[in-house]
């Protein structure tokens, strides 16, 4: 079992700047490919940002390239989302995912954090 806890989320203006932590333990953290989704209200969960396990590579979503930024840090056992220039479009619950595939962490990881809110006021 992989226990996953989002941290960061907020209130913020369109145009702003928040960075989310999700910190992982119960297994060998660099075995696991991480992602970021996000579930807007209405809508179906989707795929942001994807990190293999050792850092080299990355996935995002055509919406978010230029502004969000996924990284790691495997000596903390912790994947961060490095969100610039917000728009009000991308509040959400944003979700960290763990799977020790790299495609399944940016499809259907097997492991889920319970989510932390960002809303992005205009």
């Known amino acids: 079992q992989v226990q996953l806890v989002e941290s960061g989320g907020g209130l913020v203006q369109a145009g702003d700047s928040l960075s989310l932590s999700c910190a992982a333990s119960?297994?060998?953290?660099?075995?696991?490919?991480m992602g970021w989704f996000r579930q807007a209200p209405g809508k179906e969960r989707e795929f942001v940002a994807a990190?293999?396990?050792?850092?080299?590579?990355?996935r995002y979503l055509d919406t978010v390239k230029g502004r969000f930024t996924i990284s790691r840090d495997n000596a903390k056992n912790t994947v961060y989302l490095q969100m610039n220039s917000l728009e009000p479009e991308d509040t959400a619950v944003y979700y960290c995912?763990?799977?020790?595939?790299?495609?399944?962490?940016?499809?259907?990881?097997?492991?889920w954090g319970q989510g932390t809110q960002v809303t992005v006021s205009s």
């Open positions: 119960g297994r060998t953290f660099s075995n696991y490919a």
């Open positions: 995912g763990a799977s020790q595939s790299f495609v399944r962490a940016y499809t259907s990881p097997a492991y």
């Open positions: 990190i293999s396990g050792s850092g080299s590579s990355t």
